[in-house]
């Protein structure tokens, strides 16, 4: 099943379960050095004892968190700062430049989510979203290092997936804390071949240009593995990244065929050519489509509305 990850817990790094939709699905992840720590991405308001407990386990209080850094503000990702950052007295908010402002007023992202999926679903999956104190934040620019206790966060611009979206690589492990421009990948589709892997697109701001230049970037810096949110942590890293490219191509391409109609018609054809799509890489890949195709349902209509967007927008 590929190469051996190793256990990044002894290099300090620390995968929690935030719970979202079901185990497995959506990861935040704790950093800790010299008794100093970090969290990158938090997940939901709901999550905030599974956060606080990681830190227990390990020996640590809520003092000791020096940064909760946001890939980007959708609210899987970073839905819970504001409730987080209540109990965390001496963090700071790192965030993307165009994400800080939808962290000091969510009021939009509330209503935008609460739009698609009904104020009960909202309250259910999400829960409260509280805003952050300006005070607290610092928008992260291009190439910026953090330092946590001596060890070094670099922070890069990865747009693609959003173009509020950043990237953490950490030379200590040589690995990338990646939010969604790594696709996504399940460990229950690791199948004979390895990791079973996919972009996402996700309304509103897919780009499939910067999108692969995002993932080059990363990829440059020849990382040992990636930490996904969606979900945990992969190996044979340079593969995957191709397989990537490949699919945000192919991808592009299904959208030009399908690309008439009112987004509703369009929406269901691009998911029905999606689904065919990922049927045929997972054979490819050793797996039964009927395995994989339930499992990625969500993404797969997540993908397919994301490029109803990048189509009505009239982007290449």
């Known amino acids: 099943m590929g190469e051996q990850l190793p256990a990044f817990s002894a290099q300090g790094i620390h995968c929690i379960d935030t719970g979202l939709v079901r185990p497995g699905f959506d990861a935040a992840w704790l950093v800790v050095e010299q008794g100093r720590a970090a969290f990158i991405d938090c997940g939901t308001s709901h999550a905030v004892p599974a956060m606080l407990q990681a830190l227990a386990r390990l020996g640590l209080g809520p003092e000791a968190v020096d940064w909760l850094i946001l890939t980007h503000v959708h609210l899987d990702h970073a839905g819970g700062a504001g409730a987080l950052l209540a109990h965390l007295p001496h963090a700071r908010v790192l965030v993307h430049p165009r994400g800080a402002p939808h962290l000091i007023d969510p009021s939009r992202l509330v209503a935008g989510a609460t739009a698609v999926y009904g104020a009960e679903e909202m309250a259910r999956s999400y829960g409260q979203v509280l805003p952050i104190d300006p005070a607290r934040m610092h928008c992260a620019s291009d190439g910026q290092s953090i330092d946590l206790a001596g060890r070094a966060l670099l922070c890069i611009d990865t747009p693609g997936h959003a173009r509020h979206h950043l990237c953490v690589f950490d030379a200590r492990s040589r690995s990338?804390?990646?939010?969604?421009?790594?696709?996504?990948?399940?460990r229950e589709l690791d199948g004979p071949h390895g990791h079973f892997i996919i972009p996402t697109t996700s309304p509103v701001q897919f780009e499939?240009?910067?999108?692969?230049?995002?993932?080059?970037?990363?990829?440059?810096?020849?990382?040992?593995?990636?930490?996904?949110?969606?979900?945990?942590?992969?190996?044979?890293?340079?593969?995957?990244?191709?397989?990537?490219?490949?699919?945000?191509?192919?991808?592009?391409?299904?959208?030009?065929?399908?690309?008439?109609?009112?987004?509703?018609?369009?929406?269901?054809?691009?998911?029905?050519?999606?689904?065919?799509?990922?049927?045929?890489?997972?054979?490819?890949?050793?797996?039964?489509?009927?395995?994989?195709?339930?499992?990625?349902?969500i993404d797969i209509r997540l993908n397919a509305q994301g490029l109803v967007c990048w189509l009505q927008r009239g982007l290449d």
Not at 176 to 186: A, H, L, P, Q, V
Not at 236 to 242: I, K
Not at 248 to 257: F, G, K, L, P, Y
């Open 176 to 186: 990338w804390f990646t939010g969604d421009t790594f696709g996504i990948s399940y």
């Open 208 to 297: 499939p240009g910067p999108l692969k230049h995002s993932i080059g970037r990363m990829l440059a810096l020849q990382p040992q593995a990636m930490h996904l949110t969606h979900y945990a942590s992969v190996g044979q890293v340079e593969r995957l990244g191709q397989q990537l490219l490949e699919q945000i191509d192919a991808m592009v391409a299904i959208a030009r065929e399908q690309g008439q109609g009112d987004a509703q018609t369009l929406e269901q054809r691009l998911f029905d050519a999606l689904s065919g799509y990922y049927a045929g890489r997972a054979e490819q890949a050793g797996l039964s489509p009927a395995q994989v195709l339930p499992l990625l349902a």
